[in-house]
């Protein structure tokens, strides 16, 4: 990782939140090694950016990083303890992947409610209200899911970052996908808001996060390929 | 923890209404399966009243596992599955939650629709009132070794044939009691010993089958 560049999304912060590390980390992918002596680090304040050629392991790696998957070896750690192990880690990782968790049947506000409670955040419904009109979804908050197209259901996935009070650790699996300029707009306004509370980011998009992105720092897993 | 039961409960409760065709798909599987019996065997009163109660609990033992394999697999496919174990909750409490709503959603239907499927049969009183009792017992073990059997073989293809493959073996203690207390209650002795090992089996069940399931999710996801 270029280093002036992770200074430079670095942000001044008080209430430090620890620091996501990926330390010498490899992953298989049944008999394919996808990458191996990944060493990456997400500090507080700080955005990354993963890149990659598809099939790489942008996905792979961003599930070690949530703790959802085992690493072949190297290990991933939230200040210093395993992200398995790590207690404190579930209330900060904030994990949207590439399945945006919502269910066809239920509507907008109820999918979104389900994942707030699930999670231990604010799930009222003015603030749910007020999560989905941050992603311009006010409109359609009683529709049921199954009648969105797919940036819409996008933007209701992505919501669940306008419930977020605290700083926290967001792990997005191609944010951008299916959205349109708006969309990526009210996306990267949040992206913002999380970084100046000092939260941090690590995000995967297969297109360089355009004009009103964070500053990100960039992270290629070309060179790590197995 | 209970507020993690309470969300994922609540919202298979809701999802299942959503669908009320598809949620009531095994209790018509179970009376008309019920049904063909005496068309089968013939309509003699002395006859059906001997199988019904295995009758009866073989069909439940099959609605059960038919609407068990879907259980983790949308939650699977949507994420949701992802997104409770990530949650920081016991995954065993999702898994207990997730068994309890199936039982809400299919096993109690079957211990009502129960009654009226044992009048076809020719059951006496007496029977009816035991068959209920067992199936009350028995179809929470059900829901619960379902659980663990659709999160063994989530992901896998045909994995509703090999979930009852795997499962129906382990429901057979249930199948036993359960049909062997109607049978106790008819030849004029006592079910309660049949009762004790029936709730015992659910106490059992209850304890082993979420552990069981969070490990087989955990592994199913990685």
Known sequence: ?226 | MSAAFAAVYTRDIRLALRRRVEALLPVVFFVVAVSLFPVGVGPEPQTLRVIAAGVVWVCALLASMLSVANLYALDHSDGSLEQMLLSGHPPTVIAAAKAAAHWTITGAPLVLAAPVIGLLLDMSPAALATLVAALLLGTPVLSLLGGVGAALTLGLRSAGVLLILLILPLTIPALIFGSGAVGAVDSGISASGHFSLLGALLIFTALIAPLATAVALRIALE
Request: hydrophobic share 45%.
């Open chain 1, 1 to 226: 990782m270029p280093k002036d560049a992770a200074a430079s999304a670095a942000r001044t912060v008080d209430a430090a939140l620890d620091t996501l590390a990926c330390i010498d980390l490899a992953c298989r992918r049944g008999n394919r090694l996808l990458f191996k002596g990944v060493n990456l680090q997400v500090g507080a304040g700080q955005a990354v950016w993963l890149r990659g050629r598809n099939g790489r392991g942008k996905t792979s790696l961003l599930r070690l990083a949530a703790g959802l998957a085992v690493p072949e070896s190297g290990h991933v750690s939230w200040g210093g303890v395993d992200v398995r192990r790590a207690s404190v880690y579930a209330s900060v990782r904030v994990y949207i992947g590439h399945a945006n968790a919502l269910k066809e049947d239920l509507t907008v506000t109820e999918s979104l409610q389900f994942l707030a409670r699930l999670h231990g955040r604010a799930h009222d419904v003015p603030s749910l209200h007020g999560a989905l009109e941050r992603v311009g979804m006010a409109s359609r908050r009683d529709a049921l899911v199954r009648t969105l197209s797919q940036g819409q259901r996008r933007r209701a996935a992505l919501a669940r970052l306008a419930l977020e009070r605290s700083p926290t650790l967001w792990l997005l699996d191609e944010p951008y996908d299916a959205l349109d300029v708006d969309g990526i707009d009210a996306v990267n306004r949040l992206l913002h808001e999380n970084l100046a509370r000092g939260g941090s980011v690590l995000l995967t998009s297969h297109l360089p996060p355009g004009a009103g992105a964070p500053d990100v720092a960039e992270f290629d897993l070309d060179p790590f390929a197995g």
